[in-house]
């Protein structure tokens, strides 16, 4: 039988996979046979898209992940939000295809300095955006998402500080949107770091009617361009629902697969990074595979752990914004 072998995130030893299996039909067989979930967020590759069972935003996906009966969930996003899901179901088995996948907001706010920050700001409160690590949402008192941002900053009373991290421009967009200041962590996002002001003005040129979809984690010079701006699941409806008919969309291009199903009579333009490379793609989101999804149902492996007494402390401010975007 001819193999070829795949090295795991994790693991020592390379997996064996017979080339000839197909993928699609093994992993509904595996997640029939295990009482598995698939759930992917819109920046996977398409046929990882494909397989899952629910797709969605970082909210929609914790929704998801905190209703699920599923035994087993197998993340196809970051490790992030894998770790969320493990917080909302301490229980239950969760799988993630690459374990590397991570996110340079997460990354750039590790806890220890964001403690210290905290120790800098007597009585403030901490609001962060879900992509940072479980150790930074148990120094939190709010957890936001791109979707919910607005409405849960916006439930902080006026006269408390709120120190918000780790997106800086997420947070820009809120001070200028709710009108009230905040002390921003001074962290951005590689892939939305990358969308060319010179570039975009040039596609609004030559597109004179299409509308620019931004998401918020944008640098403020796209915000300000944007005709819309909101999570992956906003840009999505909002391109579904308008009478438009092209949209050039400064997030990451993944969300292009399920917006094409969406609105097919529509023209989708991604929106350019400056350099002539592929630097608006989500290098993270990219590392799960349809194979590497395959093996992690197959092997419930590489498995995610968390310390008991950081799930409990992580799961208060996640709750709370669960409670709150209701
Ligand atoms: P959404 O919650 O809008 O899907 O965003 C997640 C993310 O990581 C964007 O880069
Ligand atoms: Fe993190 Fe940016 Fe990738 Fe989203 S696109 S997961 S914010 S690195």
């Known amino acids: 039988m001819m193999t070829r072998t795949l090295p795991i995130a ?27 979930v698939i759930l992917a967020h819109y920046y996977q590759d398409s046929e990882v898209q494909d397989v899952a069972d629910f797709i969605g935003d970082s909210l929609q996906l914790a929704q998801a992940a905190a209703k ?11 490790h992030f939000m894998a770790e969320t899901a493990k917080i909302l179901n301490p229980d239950k088995v969760v799988v993630v295809p690459d374990m590397e996948a991570g996110c340079s907001l997460a990354s ?30 148990a120094l939190s008192d709010y957890i936001v998402t791109s979707s919910n941002a607005e409405k849960i900053v916006g439930q902080i009373p006026a006269n408390q500080t709120v120190l918000f991290a780790p997106d800086k421009n ?10 009230r200041s905040m002390v921003l962590w ?15 003005i040039g596609l609004k040129e030559r597109h004179p009617g299409a509308l620019v ?15 819309y701006v909101g999570s992956t699941t906003g840009i999505l409806n909002f391109a579904t629902k308008s009478d438009a008919k092209t949209f050039i969309v400064a997030t990451e291009p993944g969300i292009l697969h399920q917006m094409a199903k969406a609105a097919p009579d529509k023209e989708l333009i991604a929106a350019p990074p400056e350099a002539s490379c592929a630097c608006n793609e ?13 093996l992690a ?23 709370r914004m669960l409670a709150m975007s209701a």
């Open 108 to 137: 750039g706010a590790p806890a220890a300095k964001i403690a210290a920050w905290k120790a800098r700001h007597p009585g403030a409160v901490l609001a962060s955006y879900i992509n940072c690590s479980a150790e930074v949402k």
């Open 10 to 36: 994790g693991r020592a030893s390379a997996t064996p996979i017979d080339p000839s299996l197909d993928l699609d039909e093994e992993i509904a067989r595996l997640k029939k046979e295990k009482n598995a």
């Open 282 to 294: 989500c290098p993270h989101m990219k590392k799960n595979t349809l194979e590497k999804v395959y």
């Open 186 to 200: 001074p962290g951005t996002c590689i892939v939305h770091d990358t969308f060319s002001e010179r570039k975009l």
């Open 297 to 319: 149902l197959r092997d419930l492996e590489p498995r995610l752990e968390m310390d008991e007494a950081l799930l409990r402390a992580a799961r208060v401010p996640i709750d």
């Open 170 to 179: 997420l947070g820009g967009y809120l001070v200028k949107k709710l009108g």
């Open 213 to 227: 979809l931004a998401h918020p984690e944008c640098d403020d010079v796209i915000l300000r361009m944007a005709d």
């Open 68 to 78: 699920t009966k599923a035994d087993v969930i197998c993340f196809a996003g970051v």
